[in-house]
């Protein structure tokens, strides 16, 4: 038989290649060749309040991003170093904000993040001032990706920006949005 392989008869260096060469869908078979695995590893290290899709998501926009001038040997262990590193990112990210007094969310355990979409709790009113300094694009994105579910994904295509500025909006938002609460409540 001739022609090119199936992507299940592929070796990950043949579509590393090819993807190198310009076949896009060749990152589509590494996708979903690795997906679900790196999913579930994450999953498995990831402690509460932590995502594990987010974190996912990061890892394929830097294999994206990469892939084209990478090495081309043992994509699986590549995969998997860059998930562990971002996950140890994310986690030290965790700590140096605990250890400087900085909260993980700025709301109380008690508070439903829906209740900032529809004003059902009282609270939200002490949050306006600070909702207002932040600015909406902050808020905005905030909203779509915690409130509503959006992934960061789906909100950089519809806005035309970089993934990478929906993962900034959304990490220093909430930083921003903490640090004023805290002033505010103290």
């Known amino acids: 038989m001739t022609g090119a392989a199936t992507a299940a008869e592929s070796t990950d260096q043949e ?68 998930a562990d590193h971002l996950l140890v990112d994310q986690l030290r990210r965790r700590q140096t904000r605990r250890k400087h007094g900085a909260a993980e969310t700025p709301f109380p355990e008690d508070f439903d993040p829906k209740a900032l979409a529809n004003g059902a709790d009282p609270r939200v009113e002490l949050l306006q001032d600070c909702l207002k300094k932040l600015g909406s694009e902050f808020v905005s994105t905030i909203l779509r990706n915690k409130v509503h579910g959006e992934t960061p994904a789906q909100i950089a295509e519809a806005d035309g920006i970089k993934q990478a500025t929906v993962y900034t909006r959304v990490s220093r938002g909430m930083e921003l949005l903490s640090d004023c609460v805290r002033k505010k409540l103290s």
């Open 15 to 82: 579509l590393v290649a090819r993807f190198q060469r310009g076949e896009t869908a060749a990152f589509r078979d590494l996708y979903s060749r690795y997906a679900n695995s790196i999913l579930a590893f994450l999953a498995s290290r990831c402690p509460p309040g932590l995502s594990a899709e987010d974190l996912a998501q990061e890892v394929w926009t830097k294999v994206h991003t990469s892939l084209a001038s990478a090495r081309n040997e043992h994509f699986r262990g590549w995969i998997f170093r860059i």
